[in-house]
């Protein structure tokens, strides 16, 4: 009897430690932490990579340890978290904050990640008022209104430049006399033709397109051509009906096929890059870099560092300009879609986090006015200065700007710190109705080169914006974008998203490097592959998912 005592006393105590922890970490017990602004170091694990990380070293890094004693201890990942996140669940060992990007659900689903929700009510008043009613978009479901992630997506954006087209060099359609470049049979005519007059530049054999498809890279550059040159705009791996929120995995889309197709032309003709689907992302820059790549499809994002390479050279002839090709000309190019607040992606705060409070207040620090300015402008009197009442960036900090590919490093201005939480848009106007990033039109103008300034003079607009169908023409997106919709970890859709994936990756490289007559026996075999995999079961669980969202963030 004694030791049946003793096994159930251990028991007992073993339960009331179990509760006491848990109640540390509750709701209630979260917004009464520490308020201390003391020296802190706070560890962060981010699912993306970041080469400009500075170590809070540059004068905006140290800027930010000055007012808010935080210092942060980043790890940052080369896979999308998709490894280290489920292993950290295993562990169940977690750093004080992360930014998982498709892995929340893994995260939510193990009860990793403290609800948002009242540490935001009683200490983040900027996070409060940059999102207002938005606020109710972080809400994680139908079923859990917490808030676990924190977006860190842009606000009241209304942005200058494309975020996706088919970039070609300006010293292509300038030679070839500014030519239509609306469709692919347009984008097609022009490579094929300046690469005849140019077998070589500077020496080495030129690649007519070549394509980004290093890892998920594929997915973001070329597999979403399919949609975005097909009327449709970047919801993931599903298109979804503007009218009835029905989802289709877009790959079944006929007219998706037919850009794929076109890829197999422009392969069997010895246009495309052969290195396209073998390549790794830095042989892709490479060959952009040194300017004997004539086009490539991609999110403008991705050849930033070609550009300024390009630009720092003294190649400003082979930089690129960013059109929007589509199909045919019965589509329209979506890249201005407005999405609203975009959800699902950011950051959130662990179970484990040492100090819950001073993290919100970290990161309502970042959204303040003044720390917003300072993330885009960097310091005043060193990055820019103030004339008659307005902000003005001196000729040799624009100049360093536009053309020191370490210029972001060195400052801590951009992405290095404004990734951490939600931040204002392009466009987007501060209390003195300035805007809150220098892409401004008149800036943007100002940073151009004079051989940009002409191609985009020659085809009648200002900025690549003015050739695309403008926001105001599209209907705004009420589920925001689709791929931010958080889908249960583990879950048959989320198991069953990722096999189709799996197929897709292997089919449309495969379709594409055949012989064209062989391309519609590897389609039809690959459309056969998502049968099987229950394709329409998972159209249909996704649309329910879309259609949940739309009610909720309505409510």
């Not at 009442?389 to 060195?410: A, H, M, Q, S, W």
Request: net charge negative.
């Amino acid at each position: 009897m004694r030791s049946c005592y003793k096994v159930f006393s251990l028991v007992l105590l073993t339960a009331l430690l179990s509760i006491m922890a848990a109640c540390q970490n509750s709701k209630e017990e979260v917004t009464t932490n520490s308020e201390g602004n003391g020296p802190i170091t706070l560890t962060v694990f981010d699912s993306d990579t970041n080469p400009d990380w500075e170590k809070m070293e540059s004068p905006v890094g140290q800027k930010i340890k000055e007012d808010t004693g935080v210092t942060l201890d980043p790890e940052f990942d080369i896979e999308g978290g998709q490894t280290k996140i489920p292993l950290m669940v295993a562990s169940g060992e977690y750093p004080d904050m992360i930014l998982p990007k498709n892995e929340a659900s893994t995260l939510v689903d193990a009860g990793a990640l403290i609800d948002l929700a009242p540490l935001i009510e009683e200490h983040a008043p900027n996070i409060k008022k940059m999102l207002g009613d938005d606020i109710n978009r972080l809400k994680w479901s139908k079923d859990d209104p917490s808030i676990y992630i924190l977006s860190n997506n842009t606000v009241d954006e209304d942005r200058a430049n494309p975020n996706f087209g088919a970039l070609v060099q300006h010293d292509v359609v300038r030679e070839l006399g500014y030519p239509e470049m609306k469709t692919l049979e347009d984008l097609e005519n022009a490579i094929r033709e300046y690469k005849k007059l140019h077998p070589e530049i500077n020496g080495q054999p030129t690649i007519g397109l070549t394509l980004q498809t290093d890892g998920w890279r594929l997915q973001s550059a070329t597999l979403n051509s399919g949609f975005m040159m097909t009327g449709g705009a970047d919801d993931g791996e599903y298109f979804v009906d503007p009218e009835t929120f029905e989802a289709t995995l877009h790959y079944r889309r006929p007219a998706e096929k037919e850009v794929f197709r076109w890829y197999n032309k422009m392969n069997d003709e010895g246009l495309l890059d052969p290195d396209s689907f073998v390549q790794k992302h830095d042989q892709w820059l490479s060959k952009l870099s040194t300017g004997r790549a004539l086009a490539t499809i991609a999110p403008d994002w991705m050849i930033y560092e070609a550009q300024s390479a390009l630009r720092e050279a003294g190649m400003e002839e082979r930089m690129y300009g960013m059109y929007p090709i589509t199909l045919s000309e019965e589509y329209n190019h979506n890249a201005f879609r407005d999405n609203g607040f975009q959800v699902g992606w950011g950051i959130g705060i662990t179970k484990d986090c040492k100090d819950p409070v001073r993290a919100i207040k970290f990161l309502d620090y970042l959204v303040k006015e003044e720390t917003q300015i300072m993330l885009n402008w960097g310091i005043e009197g060193e990055h820019y200065e103030v004339v008659d009442g307005k902000r003005v960036i001196p000729e040799d900090v624009l100049e360093r700007r536009n053309n020191d590919k370490n210029f972001l490093k060195e400052t801590g201005i951009g992405y290095n710190f404004s990734r951490f939480a939600p931040r204002y848009g392009d466009g987007a106007l501060d209390s003195t109705g300035q805007t809150y990033t220098i892409n401004t039109r008149e800036q943007q103008i100002a940073n151009q080169t004079e051989i940009e300034k002409e191609v985009l003079k020659n085809y009648g607009v200002e900025l690549w914006k003015d050739l695309y169908p403008s926001k105001d023409e599209i209907p705004v997106s009420p589920w925001g974008a689709a791929y931010n919709l958080p889908i249960p970890a583990g879950s048959k859709l989320e198991v069953n998203n990722q096999r189709m994936l799996d197929i897709t990756f292997k089919r449309v490289p495969e379709a594409i490097l055949s012989e064209p007559k062989k391309f519609d026996e590897i389609w039809d075999q690959y459309m056969k592959d998502l049968d099987k995999l229950g394709v329409e079961e998972s159209e249909e669980e996704f649309t329910q998912i879309v259609k949940d969202t739309v009610e909720l963030w309505n409510n």
